[in-house]
């Protein structure tokens, strides 16, 4: 019973999972985000592609 007591009572791993759980949030936050905005993007991203395909015709 003592040993489940001073389980109960270690922290030791608090500060890990508190960081692990934060950078889950920020993981799925990004992901969010990149969904959202996916046209955008994949716009963004063609554009420049257009822009060396011309530059490099000339």
């Known amino acids: 019973m003592k040993k489940f007591m001073s ?3 270690d922290e030791d791993g608090q500060g890990m999972v508190e960081y692990a ?5 920020i ?9 959202a905005m996916r046209n955008r993007i994949s716009n963004l991203f ?4 257009n822009g060396l395909n011309q530059a490099d015709a000339d």
């Open 21 to 25: 759980i934060i950078i889950g949030l």
């Open 46 to 49: 063609g554009k420049a592609s």
């Open 27 to 35: 993981a799925v936050a990004a992901i969010v985000i990149l969904i």
């Open 7 to 9: 389980f109960l009572k």
